[in-house]
């Protein structure tokens, strides 16, 4: 059994430009997916969050439509309820990587607001890429890329493949034109190689240890491929 690290939103607002608040927080499925199949293969879970504070689910992500259903959001409500490691986060500058074989980012827009420019989560983005152990990002979570930066200003992230969530599917929600800044243009602007697919169908890249997905249902791909690293 490994240590598998969730580093969490502890978001639960997302300022837009306008200067209205926007409720958020992590997105269900993409912690849920994940954290089942991390389970499954017997690895335990700690999760991390800026502060220390128990992170929030984005209300809409309970939502039947963005489940397939009321079955199967009742199912993730439940998972989610149950889950004892969501409740007791540790504080993500105390965090030790040595203590954990895989590092993973679950998405929601409540990365916009905090990890993408929390020094804590870019130092150790920077080291878990560094380190080879693998590495999942998805959805809204690579904005947290935004803050793992070298003493130039230079992104570590700079010059490797990601699948993120796009411009497309932030259009499609309905949220692009109210939101201060998009996620794949400024990942692209930080010289990270965003590769988009169609909008809502599963999507992940593996570029050496990190392993993304575009959207929430990358998400049971993307753990797939962090168990094959794992082995």
């Known amino acids: 059994?490994?240590?598998?690290?969730?580093?969490?939103t502890g978001a639960d607002r997302w300022a837009l430009a306008d200067g209205t608040q926007h409720p958020t927080g992590f997105w269900a499925e993409e912690a849920v997916a994940p954290y089942e199949a991390f389970k499954a293969a017997g690895h335990e879970i700690v999760v991390a969050t800026p502060g220390g504070v128990v992170p929030t689910v984005d209300k809409g992500s309970l939502a039947a439509e963005a489940n397939g259903g009321q079955e199967n959001a009742d199912r993730i409500a439940g998972v989610l309820s149950s889950a004892t490691e969501l409740q007791h986060p540790l504080r993500l500058d105390e965090v030790n990587l040595d203590d954990y074989a895989a590092v993973f980012y679950p998405g929601g827009h409540g990365p916009m607001e905090d990890l993408a420019v929390d020094a804590d989560s870019g130092r150790l983005l920077t080291r878990a890429l560094e380190s080879g152990r693998p590495l999942g990002v998805v959805c809204h979570a690579p904005a947290a890329l935004l803050a793992a930066t070298r003493a130039d200003?230079?992104?570590v992230f700079a010059g490797r493949r990601v699948a993120a969530f796009t411009n497309a599917e932030e259009t499609q929600a309905g949220l692009a034109d109210k939101a201060k800044w998009l996620l794949q243009d400024r990942l692209t602007e930080a010289g990270v190689q965003v590769e988009v697919a169609e909008p809502w169908a599963p999507h992940v890249i593996v570029d050496g240890n990190l392993v993304t997905g575009q959207n929430p249902a990358s998400s049971a791909p993307l753990a797939a491929e962090l168990l094959k690293k794992l082995g």
């Open 153 to 155: 200003g230079s992104n």
């Open 1 to 8: 059994m490994s240590k598998i690290l969730f580093v969490m």
